[in-house]
Each structure stands twice: as C-alpha cells, then as structure tokens.
C-alpha cells in the first residue's frame, strides 16, 4: 500500500515541508477507493506570512513527526504548509477538491478531515459547506475561547451549525486556554449531524496539540477508520 504525503494544489497558497510530496493532482491519477484518506490541517503557527515567525510558546510543532504516525496507521495523509489566508476561502477550495476526490471513486466514508487551530476551524466550515453526511472531521482545539473566540462566535452568530453535515468529533483539553467545547455548533446542528466530543486530562493544555501525542492522535485514527 502506498504511504503518501500529499500536498493539495492551491497555487501560490503553501511552501513545501521537509517531507516526500505528491500534488494533489498526482493524487487524482491512481485513487484508491479501499484506502482511507486524511486531509490533516495544521494550525495557525506554521501559516506563512510576509512577517517574521514568532517562537510559539508551546514549542515546536512536530508536523512531520504527526504524518509519519498516520501513515504507520495505514492512512494516506493529505497535508499542505499553507500561507496565511482567509478560513472561508480555504474551506471553499478544500470543498471542491474532496469533491473531485469523490467523483473519482474514492468513497465518502473514506474521507476524513482533520485540523487543529484554525486548520480545525476550517475543518468546521468545510462541514458546513460540504453537506455530505457520509464525510468524518476531527476538530482539534478547533472551537477558540478567550482571545481566539473571534472566528468561532462568528459562526455560531451567524448560526453556520445549521448546515452542518457528517461524522464530527471536537477534541480539546481541559487545561487549554485557547480553545474548548464545540457543543454550541453542535446544539445548532441537531440531529443533522453525528457528533462526540472528547475532553482531554493531558496537563498539558493547548500544547498537547504541537506534539505526537496518543491521547489525541488515536482519536483521531478511530474516527477515521469506524
């Protein structure tokens, strides 16, 4: 089975990672439809700006130490180092190329995508433009609170839960200060979607996220694979 890390094409919208890639269109050539595919997001610390990167105070994000996990477990991961950009846009373009993945075959169950940060934030509003039940996301400290409650209570005002779809699982720790419960974008979903949050006692906080962890990390393989 062939293990691949897979970059998305969204021109001029990512620089490469220290890892072996493959276009999302060389991806498009040869699908798998017995293969389960990960589309993983990452966070806000390693979008690209004009500016200078600022050392995270939770240290360094082990992105590749992340897909090599993955693999390992039999998932083709989809990753991207993108540049800095607007969520809803991304999510926009993240929507029509899963669609393109599916109309070559490759079944929606198969599919999952998961994000951490804002790459979990735009795994929600992927969810909610997608509109296929069949599709499974893992947020990952994806719902912000205190000062990065911006995005998420936007989407709650403008009431975006409604047109939710699909299998979603939230996943935060308890001692993060950053980000927490997705339930009220679950509340505006109803039964339209199916939903499990997971509260994680790592003592590590949001930091939790930046590393290989299993309390997380198994989770995210479990939903992908049900």
């Not at 595919?37 to 994000?61: A, D, M, R, V």
């Not at 390992?72 to 809803?88: F, N, Y």
């Not at 190329?97 to 599919?111: C, Q």
């Not at 709650?156 to 950053?178: C, M, N, P, Y």
């Amino acid at each position: 089975m062939k293990q691949a890390f897979i970059f998305f094409v969204l021109a001029a919208l990512f620089w490469p990672i220290n890892a072996k890639s493959e276009t999302f269109e060389q991806v498009l050539k040869h699908p798998d439809p017995a293969q389960r595919y990960l589309i993983f997001l990452h966070g806000k610390n390693l979008e690209k700006t004009q500016e200078p990167q600022k050392q995270s105070p939770y240290g360094e994000y082990d992105l590749d130490g992340m897909i090599r996990f993955f693999e390992d477990q039999d998932l083709t991961v989809i990753s991207q180092r993108r540049m800095r950009v607007e969520p809803h846009q991304y999510a926009s373009r993240l929507v029509s190329n899963i669609r393109r993945l599916l109309r070559r075959g490759v079944p929606a169950p198969h599919v999952t995508v998961a994000g951490f940060g804002r790459g979990g934030y735009i795994a929600l509003l992927t969810a909610s433009s997608l509109a296929d039940p069949r599709i499974n996301y893992v947020l990952l400290a994806a719902c912000g609170r205190n000062r990065n409650s911006r995005d998420y209570e936007y989407f709650l005002r403008r009431k975006r839960g409604v047109r939710l779809r699909g299998r979603i699982l939230s996943v935060f720790d308890a001692g993060d200060l950053e980000a927490g419960s997705c339930k009220g974008a679950f509340a505006q979903a109803g039964n339209r979607i199916t939903s499990q949050e997971f509260r994680l006692k790592s003592g590590q906080g949001h930091a939790v996220f930046y590393k290989t962890h299993p309390a997380w990390m198994l989770q995210v393989v479990q939903w992908a694979k049900q």
